[in-house]
């Protein structure tokens, strides 16, 4: 029998923490799967929107317009009760009322944690693409977003700069990274940061005190990158710690937040995003499920939903021996 012929319509959804480059990869797989002539269906606000029926119809039109802008057409929202087996039943209710046949999920590892869990228990076709600018999910060197979140984080530390050499203040600049520090550690050393402080190392500490010596010593500005979180507690809470330990330092502190997560995607995004979306509306008429779509040396990938969630990708150590040579104030 012809596998392409078992799937007639295709669900999409983009779940979690939104990233830049999420309505490129909606958009391709809308416009893949026309292609294919299957009927596609947005979902609404993650597995929330599974749960509670907001489903649409999407057509090629529908999704013209929309890969340069940040966010998410579908909306995005985080939904306890698909953790549940009983919000898993009212989700797979939905998608027998809607003829869903299979399902792709745009995200990160905890959307893809549910994924396989409702794929097993239902017996569904479903395919994750890759979307978190922090760039840490087994499986695969790019995520969604994470380029674009690069260029915003550099953006911004560059202006700071400015004032922080006009004052001789130095600047402890937090961004997002939860358990992940890959975005400050790329970010820090693209814009010549000081220490970079990250949950996966300590070195970053050693760095800030030899820098902290030499400020007090030359007076000179300085950036310090923090992923939030680190050990310390973020950006706040290691500045008043420094402030209490250097009081005769001029420590200033900025909080990135969300601005990281918008803006227009990058060329780089849009075309990842572009490739991933194909690739999941291929993988899932060639009869593949519960994998997610990966980048590994330019080319895509298929990898396990299993081999998703187990544990986030590890940092480079080329990277901190980079900053090791960098960083050297004498």
């Given amino acids: 029998m012809d596998k392409r012929r078992e799937i007639k319509t295709i669900g999409v959804l983009t779940s979690g923490g939104d990233a830049p480059g999420m309505n490129a990869a909606v958009r391709a797989v809308t416009r893949a799967a026309i292609h294919h002539g299957l009927q596609v269906y947005g979902v609404m606000y993650g597995y929330h929107g599974l749960i509670s029926g907001e489903i649409r119809p999407l057509t090629s039109s529908d999704v013209s317009g929309i890969m340069h802008q940040g966010g998410t057409i579908l909306k995005t929202a985080r939904s306890e009760e698909f953790r549940t087996t009983e919000g898993r039943a009212a989700a797979y209710q939905n998608l027998v009322k809607y003829g869903i046949d299979a399902l792709v999920v745009i995200g990160g590892d905890g959307s893809f944690s549910g994924a396989s869990a409702f794929s097993k228990e239902y017996d569904i076709p479903t395919v994750g693409i890759p979307g978190t600018i922090d760039n840490d999910i087994s499986g695969t060197e790019y995520t969604l977003g994470y380029d674009t979140a690069m260029n915003t984080v550099i953006e911004a530390v560059d202006k700071i700069k400015d004032t922080a050499s006009s004052h001789g203040r130095i600047f402890f600049i937090e961004v997002m990274g939860r358990e992940a520090g890959l975005l400050a550690l790329s970010t820090g050393i693209a814009c010549g940061a000081e220490a970079i402080i990250i949950p996966e ?96 040396n330019n080319k895509i990938t298929h990898v396990p939903f299993n081999k998703t969630v187990k544990a986030n990708r590890s940092i480079d150590q080329n990277l901190f021996d980079i900053q090791k040579v960098l960083n050297k104030w004498y």
């Fill in 201 to 296: 190392s300590d070195e970053g500490y050693k760095d800030l005190e030899k820098f902290l010596a030499h400020y007090k010593e030359k007076k000179s500005s300085g950036i310090v990158m923090i992923a939030e979180g680190d050990k310390a507690g973020g950006a706040l809470k290691l500045a008043e710690r420094v402030n209490s330990e250097y009081p005769e330092l001029d420590v200033r502190v900025s909080i990135l937040g969300h601005m990281q997560r918008g803006g227009n995607p990058s060329g780089i995004d849009r075309v990842v995003a572009t490739q991933m979306g194909v690739a999941a509306v291929d993988a899932l008429l060639d009869d593949q499920k519960s994998i997610m779509i990966g980048l590994v």
